[in-house]
């Protein structure tokens, strides 16, 4: 299994970081340990976690640099995937979730 971004990819993420675009932002900060990818449920991040992480109080902003980074990682074939549980009468239960996938 892939778990570690390349040279490539990191720098790509760390010149886009520098440039402050947040959804390289996202991913550094959310789903990277040094260049090792954070995978798996065990390891989703909520809403509100990301968005501390990046520093982006507004959830339009929030969620535009969650698009791209999703984006960014389709193109580089890993998958940043959400969860918004439901409970009875289709009521969501807490905040929506964020999880890294390779494949």
Same mark, same amino acid.
Do not use: K, Q
């Given at each position: 299994?892939?778990?570690?971004v390349?040279?490539?990819?990191? *720098?790509? $993420?760390?010149?886009?970081?520098? #440039?402050?675009? /947040?959804? #390289?932002?996202?991913?550094?900060?959310?789903?990277?340990? %040094?260049?090792?990818?954070?995978? %798996?449920?065990?390891?989703?991040?909520?809403?509100?976690?990301? #968005?501390?992480?990046? @520093?982006? #109080?507004d959830?339009?902003?929030?969620?535009?640099a969650?698009?791209?980074?999703?984006?960014?990682? *389709?193109?580089?074939?890993l998958?940043? $995937? /959400?969860?918004? @549980?439901? @409970?009875?009468?289709?009521?969501t239960?807490?905040?929506?979730?964020?999880?890294? *996938?390779? %494949?």
């Open positions: 299994m892939i778990d570690l390349s040279p490539r990819e990191e *720098a790509e $993420l760390n010149d886009s970081v520098r #440039a402050g675009e /947040d959804w #390289a932002r996202v991913i550094t900060a959310a789903f990277l340990d %040094g260049t090792r990818l954070v995978l %798996g449920w065990d390891a989703a991040r909520t809403e509100p976690e990301i #968005a501390a992480a990046i @520093g982006a #109080a959830r339009d902003r929030l969620r535009a969650l698009r791209r980074a999703a984006r960014w990682c *389709a193109e580089h074939g998958h940043l $995937l /959400d969860f918004e @549980g439901e @409970g009875p009468g289709a009521d239960i807490g905040p929506r979730r964020y999880f890294m *996938a390779v %494949g």
